[in-house]
């Protein structure tokens, strides 16, 4: 059969992979079921594979309709950036720059880091977004994102990283809590304590180093709550219902009734990462990634 595949319907395949129901997916391209079916049908048969395993209770993607996925959502996000780039031509924008950052960038760093930019590259425009570790890498991926800065050690194949900032850890605590100055034996005779952790889903190494402190004083900690996000950690502390170990640089910019005691006597750090995809084609991200790092 010869080749016809025309945009319409990657559309029709890129919502039947994410809705994985032929009536949700009909519904939101404003076709019918039946016509929906044929034309993933008429895929199937210009790529002779199946792409989806059907059953009458539930619709899944093959492996090959699982790396089409991939695919077909890289090029509708490049078809996005190509219109953006194009609107930036023609406003006379140099380019469109990306960033996600974690919470405890945003004080500082990525402020410091866009000082830098706008010094340089004073017509490229920056989009700052903040979010969890996890979703930069995964918007990264999708070419959704240009740079991330993120807390983590496993990096997926395909992005680089770049040491940013190694950060101290600090003890957080209600600001009537009765320690005011910390050290090895007290921190050992905080096994009673409830701690609050950030998720061990976002970032299984910070996870990790956080309990590796606990388990040098000798005790393994009750985690009592998780989050992603700092603001609510402070919130659980300022109520009482827990401590924290954050990193040192996060106690700037909140006002808040919790206290910081640096650790500054124990061996870990925690260290920020600036991360990027390398096939990224934002035509103005491999002067900014070397700029950045040598800077």
Not at 86 to 94: A, F, H, K, P, T
Not at 100 to 107: D, V
């Amino acid at each position: 059969m010869s080749y016809q595949i025309e945009l319409r319907h990657l559309k029709y395949f890129q919502v039947l992979s994410n809705e994985l129901s032929f009536r949700k997916a009909s519904e939101k391209l404003f076709i019918s079921q039946p016509g929906l079916s044929r034309q993933i049908k008429q895929m199937e048969e210009i790529f002779n594979v199946t792409l989806f395993n059907r059953t009458k209770k539930k619709v899944e993607l093959s492996e090959a309709g699982l790396y089409l996925k991939k695919e077909v959502d890289f090029i509708f996000n490049h078809l996005i950036n190509i219109k953006e780039q194009l609107e930036n031509i023609s406003q006379g924008r140099q380019s469109e720059l990306r960033i996600g950052f974690l919470g405890s960038a945003a004080e500082k760093i990525i402020p410091d880091c866009v000082v830098k930019l706008n010094r340089i590259y004073p017509e490229i425009r920056t989009v700052l977004q903040e979010m969890p570790n996890k979703l930069q890498v995964k918007l990264l991926e999708e070419h959704q994102l240009d740079i991330g800065f993120v807390r983590l050690q496993n990096i997926p194949e395909g992005i680089s990283k770049h040491l940013i900032h190694q950060d101290s850890f600090s003890l957080v605590l209600p600001k009537n809590h009765p320690i005011d100055n910390i050290d090895d034996e007290t921190f050992k005779s905080l096994y009673k304590e409830s701690f609050i952790f950030f998720s061990s889903e976002d970032s299984p190494h910070y996870f990790d180093v956080i309990m590796s402190i606990c388990e040098d004083h000798g005790f393994r900690p009750k985690v009592f709550h998780k989050s992603i996000n700092a603001l609510t950690i402070y919130k659980l502390v300022e109520e009482g219902l827990g401590i924290a170990i954050l990193p040192t640089s996060l106690q700037y910019g909140y006002d808040l009734n919790v206290k910081f005691l640096e650790l500054n006597y124990i061996p870990q750090k925690t260290e920020l990462y600036m991360v990027w995809k390398e096939s990224n084609r934002n035509p103005i991200l491999k002067d900014i990634i070397n700029y950045l790092t040598e800077n």
